[in-house]
């Protein structure tokens, strides 16, 4: 989803739900692609200097 423009990325979601309907199989690559375009558009550089351990407690 590289563009800028609002309709064109509305169609690419259209489009994969399309092929998840026709192709349940594909689920996964479906899930991951929107999941990868939401996570690196969200990513925020830490603001206190606190960094965050993603080691299990």
Do not use: D, N, W
Not at 25 to 48: D, N
Request: hydrophobic share 35%.
């Amino acid at each position: 989803m590289p563009s800028g423009k609002p309709e064109e990325r509305l169609r690419g979601v259209f489009a994969l739900e399309h092929i998840l309907a026709e192709s349940p199989q594909e689920h996964a690559s479906v899930v991951t692609v929107p999941a990868m375009y939401v996570r690196e558009r969200t990513r925020r550089a830490p603001t206190c200097g606190v960094r965050f351990s993603t080691a299990p407690i």
